[in-house]
């Protein structure tokens, strides 16, 4: 879908489309970025806004999806940034866990479930640019689209994506072999 905002009162309507399209990829990227349920949506809201407010000036030149991308990443950067300058003394608290379903064999989700929670927090660990590959990557986004988003070359995105989930499954085993351990 193409967005071409006109004086015809379609903005909205457009908006809409566009934020129904990618909200749950949105909000996939506000929980990678930010530790409580409550920060992931104060993030969200920030990046509807932030959307609405940049529709108006969208002129088409790359794709929606990179176009919302570009715009998410960067409000994401700015939020996570002014959330770390704030002196915060509660610890977080993650609820975010599934509970596994009756009659399912309870102790492979259980394992699953703790490999997920595992693996985001090892991504939440990552510096900015390399969570941010990470992220785009995860949402299914080409290397070229990542190129546009990010200003990398298709060629460093790629060898930075390879070296980033070589040294994610390395801390992925180590964190493993610690909890066999414990």
Known sequence: MRLKVDAEGTYRERYLAL????TAALRRLCHSYCETRAEAEDLFQEIALA?????????????????????AHNVALTF???????????QPVD???NVPGAGSDMESQLAEAQ???MLQLLV???????RRLVLLYLEGLS?????AVTGLTRSNVTVRLSRIRQRLSD?????KARTVRS
Not at 19 to 22: A, G, K, S, T, V
């Open 143 to 147: 290397t070229a689209e990542i190129e």
């Open 115 to 117: 490999k997920q929670q």
């Open 95 to 97: 609820n975010e866990m």
């Open 80 to 90: 996570v940034t002014k959330r770390r300058k704030q002196v915060e003394r509660e």
């Open 19 to 22: 934020l129904e399209e990618h």
């Open 124 to 130: 939440r660990k990552l510096p900015f640019e390399d």
């Open 171 to 175: 801390r992925l085993q180590t964190a």
């Open 51 to 71: 959307l609405w407010t940049a529709l108006a000036r969208f002129r088409g030149e790359s794709s929606d999806r990179t176009w919302l991308y570009r715009i």
